[in-house]
């Protein structure tokens, strides 16, 4: 069976927001812990590591309660530098050996379990980077190969892993996807405004 470990990036200052996004409630849920339930509801999720930085104890305790031992918290201190360093920091507490890492946003939730299922079904069939799609955009969560842990370990300023998906563009599957949830955005308060009641927030 493979082992795949998810990196769930929330180290992030949510600036164009005004206060933490992975804090405000969907459906009446912290952001945070609708993303980490949808995964931990995935059998095929080996390990959840949460990056934390910017209101580290507060993203902390709105998890509180969760029990499931596949949850680990890490730490980023570097996280004003950018995305890449919470990518390279999670990567870093994966497991020795992971077959694949998943990269999810920890502040974009309405991604469903079915879709991180997929993804993990497309990888097993062969595909070495794998991508949901809709309409021709691409969304997250993304999973990349575990052969490609050495260069997400390295990564730093805000890039994430956009540029080894375009340097690997042969390699990526692109997995069209039915529900186009995971393509909502929610960066400013207006876009918070007409989602915090919920959109698919559960399969």
């Given at each position: 069976m493979?082992?795949?470990?998810?990196v769930v990036?929330?180290?992030g200052?949510s600036?164009?927001?005004?206060e933490?996004?992975?804090?405000l409630?969907?459906g009446g849920?912290h952001?945070?812990?609708?993303v980490?339930e949808k995964?931990?509801?995935s059998?095929a999720?080996?390990?959840?590591?949460?990056?934390?930085?910017?209101?580290?104890?507060d993203?902390?305790?709105?998890?509180?309660?969760?029990?499931?031992?596949?949850?680990e918290l890490?730490?980023?201190r570097?996280?004003?530098?950018?995305m890449?360093t919470?990518?390279?920091?999670?990567?870093?507490a994966?497991s020795?050996g992971t077959?694949a890492i998943?990269i999810?946003l920890g502040?974009?939730?309405f991604f469903?379990?079915?879709?991180?299922?997929?993804?993990?079904?497309?990888?097993a069939?062969?595909?070495?980077?794998v991508?949901?799609?809709?309409g021709?955009?691409?969304?997250?969560p993304?999973?990349l190969?575990?052969s490609?842990?050495?260069?997400?370990?390295e990564?730093?300023g805000?890039a994430?892993?956009r540029?080894?998906?375009e340097?690997?563009a042969?390699?990526v599957?692109e997995m069209a996807?039915?529900d186009?949830a995971f393509l909502?955005?929610?960066?400013?308060?207006?876009?918070y405004e007409?989602?915090?009641d919920g959109?698919?927030?559960r399969d």
């Open positions: 493979l082992m795949v470990s998810a990036l929330a180290a200052e600036k164009r927001m005004g933490k996004k992975e804090l409630p969907i849920v952001m945070i812990r609708v980490v995964l931990l509801e059998r999720v080996g390990e959840v590591i949460i990056v934390l930085g910017h209101r580290a104890d993203v902390g305790r709105s998890l509180a309660g969760e029990t499931d031992e596949r949850l890490v730490g980023n570097r996280f004003r530098e950018g890449g919470s990518v390279a920091q999670g990567v870093r994966c020795w077959d998943l999810v502040d974009a939730p469903t379990t079915a879709t991180v299922n997929a993804l993990i079904d497309a990888h069939a062969g595909a070495a980077i991508v949901p799609v809709s021709g955009r691409r969304g997250h993304v999973l190969d575990g490609y842990r050495g260069e997400l370990e990564l730093a805000d994430g892993a540029d080894i998906l340097r690997e042969p390699s599957v996807m039915d186009d909502v955005d929610v960066d400013e308060r207006e876009d007409a989602v915090k959109l698919s927030t």
